[in-house]
């Protein structure tokens, strides 16, 4: 005759041991912080995207800069040596303006984006959870612990 391990049978809450506690603890904790991390990986992406612009944009505007200022002297250069007529320095030295000002307009642009805030709803539930545990609990009895 084969002996077989019988299922054990249902226990309640009184009688469940301090192991099968922790485990539930330790199951619940780990299901939090996934939620959380889901959260802050939701966020995350959005991040990405909002500070990948600024990125962008602040790459933009120094590489403009870079542009400008060359332009801006190869101008000044060519207008010194050409001050009795209009020459291509002017046009050099207004080519170097108008990346100047694309420098600037990006600067601008990417301050704007900047400041938005991103983890917004991480933050939110990190509030609740720290208001939740630090708020008295009832007991079963009803009394305040």
């Known amino acids: 005759m084969i002996w077989r391990k019988q299922a054990p049978e249902p226990q309640t809450a009184a009688e469940a041991g301090l192991s099968e506690h922790v485990l539930s603890m330790l199951a619940s904790a780990a299901g939090y912080i996934r939620a959380r991390l889901e959260l802050a990986g939701l966020e995350g992406k959005e991040a990405v995207s909002v500070y990948g612009k600024v990125f962008a944009l602040v790459a933009a505007a120094v590489t403009l800069l870079l542009f400008g200022y ?3 002297w190869i101008g000044l250069i060519a207008v010194v040596a050409y001050v009795a007529s209009v020459h291509w320095g002017w046009i050099t030295v207004a080519v170097g303006l108008l990346h100047l000002i694309g420098a600037g307009a990006c600067l601008w642009g990417a301050r704007a ?15 609740k959870d720290q208001e ?3 708020s008295p609990k009832e ?3 009803g009394k305040r612990a």
Do not use: D
């Open 139 to 141: 007991t079963t009895t």
């Open 113 to 127: 984006g900047w400041g938005k805030p991103v983890f917004t709803a991480t933050l939110q539930e990190f509030r």
């Open 70 to 72: 060359i332009f801006l």
């Open 132 to 134: 939740w545990l630090s």
